[in-house]
């Protein structure tokens, strides 16, 4: 009778597997797979195989550790010998998934997988949802940039300086999804933090209303407990509102989310955490349609620190994330918006990046330009911005964005 329930469970649970195989490969690859991982879930009690199917069930996903023996399974049929977390996260999430140096663990400062690399009994977790599929980046080396390109840049730089001093045209150079302006206030601060970091300060204008509209309560986000000085500041708005007060981060990572249930939260443990549900931002200027986007945001995403030297994006929600990072665009056009997919994990800010920056714009243009801050990302969720963009031209006419600035401080160089 235990083995029939048993198995019935294990049925139940391959039902959650992925249905987006594409080609006619990976679904017999899957179909060879069912057996193996079928094999491989008979190894564990039937108590965790309830919590697994619950929690899926739920849709918190997270919740469990998937605790198997760590050894490398054979696919029937296929020939490959896999590890038991790429047998899980090509079945349950991405067939088309072809190495596990694709798969990153959130474990330790993620704050996801409890886990970890291996628990105390020898056992390690593949929980496909303990997994972010890493984005492939490769930056362009600086070094790499025509000389010939050097004028331009510098007068580039140069325009943009002036332009954010009197409002003009901001050109953007990306042929892909980029930042332009075509005038006013509202284009220069899109892309200059340096005009962003008025709405602190307290100026005004008819385009964009830089005084707080709203009110944060205790209650909006679980207080981090101070870990030492804060790494991360950060601001949330909708459309040209800065919403709430400027927030400042010591914990390893933040998420942000929405929840009916304010007190819930993604992740199973997230006393290591900076917690922001959107539902509970209130905004007496709101304007319709946001608060239909922030319950597509649902489980959001996490932002995390990795040694005090790089910040990763995971996205959780069902829909793309769109940043903007000076670490992950060329100099020569630091107004690039990148999108990530629901799954992935990106890394958007390294700090041996930012001195390589700063050093190519002292090089060839004189000094990083004022209006530009290489410490700060802005993100905008379900939507992205650009030239390219007709509703979204500037981060400004997306529904909730988010700007953060990353302030690591300096004894945590060597960490």
């Not at 550790?65 to 996260?89: I, K, N, Q, T």
């Not at 998934?97 to 663990?105: E, I, K, W």
């Not at 933090?193 to 679980?222: H, K, L, P, Q, V």
Request: with cysteine; charged share 25%.
């Amino acid at each position: 009778m235990q083995a029939l329930k048993k198995g019935s469970l294990i049925r139940d649970l391959w039902e959650f597997r992925s249905q987006d195989s594409s080609t006619d490969a990976e679904k017999e690859w899957q179909e060879s797979a069912q057996k193996s991982w079928k094999a491989l879930m008979k190894n564990r009690e039937t108590r965790e195989l309830k919590d697994c199917l619950s929690a899926l069930r739920s849709g918190d996903v997270e919740r469990h550790c998937w605790l198997v023996s760590d050894e490398d399974v054979a696919v029937e049929g296929s020939g490959e010998v896999v590890s038991p977390h790429l047998l899980c996260a090509r079945a349950f999430r991405w067939p088309d998934l072809a190495s596990s140096m694709d798969l990153q663990r959130l474990a330790g400062e993620a704050g996801v997988c409890s886990t970890g690399e291996a628990s105390s009994d020898g056992r390690v977790c593949c929980s496909p949802y303990h997994f972010a599929r890493v984005m492939p980046h490769d930056q362009e080396p600086l070094s790499s940039v025509p000389m010939e390109h050097t004028s331009s840049c510098r007068s580039s730089s140069r325009r943009r300086s002036q332009d954010a001093r009197r409002g003009g045209s901001l050109a953007s150079h990306d042929s892909a999804i980029s930042v332009s302006s075509t005038g006013g206030t509202v284009e220069s601060m899109t892309v200059d933090s340096g005009a962003f970091s008025s709405m602190e300060t307290g100026s005004r204008s008819s385009d964009i209303r830089s005084r707080r509209s709203s009110t944060r309560s205790s209650a909006t986000g679980t207080r981090d407990t101070p870990a030492g000085p804060p790494w991360m500041a950060l601001r949330y708005g909708e459309h040209g509102h800065r919403v709430g007060r400027m927030e400042k981060v010591s914990s390893p990572g933040l998420e942000v989310f929405y929840r009916e249930d304010s007190g819930a939260s993604p992740t199973v443990a997230p006393s290591d955490l900076f917690t922001l549900n959107l539902r509970l931002m209130r905004n007496r200027d709101r304007i319709s349609g946001v608060e239909e986007r922030q319950r597509k945001i649902g489980r959001g995403f996490l932002l995390w620190r990795k040694s005090f030297q790089s910040v990763w994006l995971y996205n959780r929600s069902k829909y793309a994330v769109y940043v903007q990072s000076p670490t992950l665009s060329h100099p020569m056009s630091p107004e690039r918006v990148h999108k990530v997919p629901s799954g992935r994990s990106l890394k958007i800010f390294d700090r041996a990046r930012v001195a390589q920056v700063k050093q190519w714009y002292d090089r060839h243009s004189g000094g990083v330009p004022g209006t530009l801050d290489l410490h700060c990302c802005r993100i905008s969720l379900t939507s992205g911005w650009g030239r390219d963009n007709p509703r979204h031209p500037t981060l400004l006419n997306c529904h909730c964005w988010l700007e953060v600035y990353f302030t690591f401080p300096d004894q945590s160089t060597t960490s």
